[in-house]
């Protein structure tokens, strides 16, 4: 099992790298105004978002693997299962944004400076519960 919890670790580091890294990629490319730097952008973006999709699906699928392998329970675990969740929502939610960018349509930098944020606030309280695992 401590093999599996070791790639399970790596793969959400590889994941969060995705999550953090492709919504600042939709800031600049946001404010990129010339043809040759716009193409550069999608290339990036499009990239970024396939190599952190089977980071994401190999995170969660060892993660499960790890759930049924320890037998954990409780509340923390309801509530952990619940922000992973939202996190894989958050993941396909960029890969939207970035679909919506590559066909032109643009959001404001400051969009995508908030949304940029969410995925920190996700992993403080992932952590949290994982290492505190409190009880409510």
Request: aromatic residues 16%; positive net charge.
């Amino acid at each position: 099992m401590l093999w599996i919890k070791a790639f399970h670790i790596i793969f959400v580091i590889t994941w969060f790298a995705g999550l953090f890294y492709l919504p600042r990629l939709f800031v600049y490319h946001s404010l990129t105004e010339d043809e040759a730097g716009l193409a550069r952008f999608v290339i990036m973006e499009r990239r970024l978002y396939r190599f952190t999709t089977p980071s994401a699906v190999l995170a969660v699928g060892l993660g499960l693997w790890l759930w049924q392998g320890f037998g954990f329970q409780g509340l923390w675990l309801d509530i952990k299962v619940a922000l992973v969740a939202l996190l894989v929502a958050y993941h396909v939610y960029l890969g939207v944004l970035g679909r919506e960018l590559a066909a032109g349509r643009k959001r404001s930098p400051g969009f995508y400076r908030v949304i940029n944020e969410i995925p920190v606030l996700i992993l403080v309280a992932i952590v949290i519960l994982v290492v505190v695992r409190p009880s409510f």
